[in-house]
């Protein structure tokens, strides 16, 4: 959807976890800067919830350490900002203090005049999502003359199974069209320029399916290691922390139709398609379509980093992969013979998350040779980060007399353009989900979708007696993964271009 990047829509947040890390990192600056740009106005208020005996001055505080270096702001502009925020000690899982958030809200909203509109964002964890939105609702919290929105954050389930359960728990409470369920990958600015660069340029629409194209090739690779998180990654692994969600995203955004309007249902459901296309793998067959590893010890950015096996919170016999590659078959017509590769892993060499559109050859290539490994196949290259644009790889001839060719790069780069000034995507998401636009959401059926398929491959894992192979911190991973697409005759592009 375009959006009026000065409309200035008028509700109250409460953010339940207000005291947490993703407040403090992500949803303060957030909000920041969108106050900054003049996409929120004076009249909203920030509620925060958490356990902890803070105060609305200790919040307050809090808010300015984390905006502290947003750059071009003043204390004073923090200050301001800041006095916006109220905080409210409770434990989410007693009824008793929702009256009291109640009555502040409506406190807030007399005082900012705010039609009632409210957005519930749960930045918790998952357990608590259910229990929150039914004390909501029962304790009439919801109840308001404008909108409510809850923001769920990620994961949403551990399966298909506890997925649909905690979907129903916050049905109870909220309609679909009010849940806006967080990828934040959807939010980031060369995601959503999928979308633009395949439905707005005449150039790739045509060429957009398997006649053309002969693989693509989705890597998202990080530097860090599980961190202080291995309670809960030892549970997740790299399939359901990374794959079920953004990858399968990404997978989606690529491969949809286009629809036949810009709006948030009728991009859902040409996303829902692809996912509904997506071919089965069975349990014996996994092995075939997808390969896991698990970092050991090794050098990344020039430190020595102990595997994951030794990190905090995570049992020393781990089979939990860290680590994930696999081959995607859409079988419908546009797609029916491309595998979509997809890559993602912890503490490997890079930091990067890259789209290769590999092209197919001419059927005659007048200017082949094959002793000479000069023409390479025409690539799109879509940077989603930490550089940000399109790469085309054509090929041209080299100056001189020979007649050979030589790969030619032509190269966009959002720097050039925005210098740095790319909205976060939570900012981005906050606000969509404010103005009431959920396409950068997850729509239930997309979950639903998703775990199903993902979920056949962690039970095969589960039941695998096979060792998990291991990689060494700072590399891209186990050769099983390049063993994958050498089978199909393709490799991995490097992602350094
Ligand atoms: N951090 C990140 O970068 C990301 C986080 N997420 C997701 O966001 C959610 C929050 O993550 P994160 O901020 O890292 O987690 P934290 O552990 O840092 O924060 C948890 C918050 O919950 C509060 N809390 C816990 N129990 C209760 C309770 N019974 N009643 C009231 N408040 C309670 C804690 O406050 P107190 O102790 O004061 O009660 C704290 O504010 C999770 O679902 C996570 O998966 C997703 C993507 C990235
Ligand atoms: O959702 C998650 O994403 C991050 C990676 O996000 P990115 O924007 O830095 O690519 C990952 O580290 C984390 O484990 C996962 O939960």
Known sequence: MITNEREQPKTTIVIFGATGDLAKRKLFPSLFNLYKKGNISEDFAVVGVARREWTNEILREKVCESIANVAESTDQERAQFATHFHYLPFDVTGKESYKQLNELLTDLETEFKIPGNRIFYMAMAPEFFGTIASNLKTEGVTETNGWTRLVIEKPFGHNLESAKQLNSEIREAFNEGDIYRIDHYLGKEMVQNIEVIRFANALFEPLWNNRYISNIQITSSEHLGVEDRGGYYEKSGALRDMVQNHMLQMVSLLAMDPPIRLTTDEIRSEKIKVLRALRTIDEREVNQFFVRGQYGPGIVKETEVPGYRSENNVNPNSRTETFVAGKLMIDNHRWAGVPFYIRTGKRMKLKSTKIVVQFKELPMNLYFDKNKDYLRPNLLIIHIQPDEGISLILNGKKVGPTGETTPVKLDYSNDGVDAGNTPEAYERLLYDCMLGDA???????????????????????????????????????????????IKDGFKWWPITD
Do not use: C, R
């Not at 695998?464 to 700072?474: E, H, T």
């Open 439 to 485: 396409a950068n959401f997850t729509h239930w059926d997309e979950v639903d979708l998703s775990w199903t398929y993902v979920d056949k491959i962690s039970k095969a894992w589960e039941l695998s007696d096979k060792s998990i192979p291991l990689y060494p911190s700072g590399t891209m991973g186990p050769i099983e993964s390049e063993e994958l697409l």
